[in-house]
Structure formats: C-alpha cells, structure tokens
C-alpha cells in the first residue's frame, strides 16, 4: 500500500527564552498554550498542527529554512505586521508579503486564505467551517 500523507503534525523552533517565545506568539498570533514547562511549550496552529517551541543555549538562524502562518485575510496580515514592525520593532523581509524574523531569528511567512494558490494546503474542512467562497 502506498503512504499518504495526510499533512503536517507540527513545526518545532529553537528560541533562548521559551516563556518569551510563547508570549511573543501567543501575543501576535493569538496561539493557545497546549502545555509547556522545562524549557519547551506547544502552541495550538490550526485545527490539527501545533508549534513546537524547544529552549537552546544556542541560537544558529538558519538562512532559507522557514514555515507558514495562515491567517484568514488582508486584514489580518495588516494587523500581523503592524504588531511586529510597531510593538515588537521586528523588520518585514523585502520583496515578500510577510515574511520576518522572530526575535530568535527563526523566519516565518504569513499568508492568508484569500490566496486561491494556497487552498489546497489546507484541509478541505477547515475551508468549508470557515465559509470562504473562491470566485472567478
């Protein structure tokens, strides 16, 4: 039988201050805490996925690798990067919607689901609960 892979479980950062880390996220991503303690926490993405979030002594930014945040529209990609830029003084990588820098150097890339291109990442559920209707 053929594996099917059905999406992705969950994306694990390194950070040097784990309790900061859930803050800074939970703040600008209004992501639930799942359960954290000991240097590590586990924030809610999503309906099925969560962010892993490991404490290290120390921090090696990688230059390329990144995930994904999907929020529901412009609006919201708006109020993303006005709390990093504004409340966090974090700069958007040029040339990309939003993409930045967490304060730990992880890159992350913020789209939303007005972006036809990018419904089929999603689980078709999750589409249909929120009521998002593609058009022509």
């Given at each position: 039988m053929a594996v099917q892979v059905y999406g992705v479980n969950h994306v694990a950062i390194e950070v040097d201050d784990a309790q900061k880390a859930v803050e800074f996220y939970s703040d600008v991503f209004n992501l639930k805490m799942l359960r954290g303690g000991e240097g590590a926490a586990w924030c809610q993405l999503g309906e099925h996925q969560f962010l892993a979030i490991?404490?290290?002594?120390?921090?090696?930014?990688?230059?390329?690798?990144?995930?994904?945040?999907?929020?529901?529209?412009?609006?919201?990609?708006?109020?993303?990067?006005?709390?990093?830029?504004?409340?966090y003084g974090l700069t958007l990588m040029p040339d990309f919607r939003c993409d930045f820098r967490d304060p730990?150097?992880?890159?992350?890339?913020?789209?939303?689901?007005?972006?036809?291109?990018?419904?089929?990442?999603?689980?078709?559920?999750?589409?249909?609960?929120?009521?998002?209707?593609?058009?022509?």
């Amino acid at each position: 039988m053929a594996v099917q892979v059905y999406g992705v479980n969950h994306v694990a950062i390194e950070v040097d201050d784990a309790q900061k880390a859930v803050e800074f996220y939970s703040d600008v991503f209004n992501l639930k805490m799942l359960r954290g303690g000991e240097g590590a926490a586990w924030c809610q993405l999503g309906e099925h996925q969560f962010l892993a979030i490991f404490e290290v002594k120390e921090l090696n930014p990688d230059r390329t690798k990144h995930f994904g945040i999907m929020v529901r529209d412009e609006a919201q990609i708006n109020e993303v990067r006005d709390k990093l830029t504004k409340k966090y003084g974090l700069t958007l990588m040029p040339d990309f919607r939003c993409d930045f820098r967490d304060p730990w150097g992880n890159r992350i890339q913020v789209g939303d689901l007005q972006d036809e291109s990018l419904v089929w990442l999603l689980p078709y559920r999750e589409v249909q609960k929120l009521g998002i209707v593609f058009t022509s």
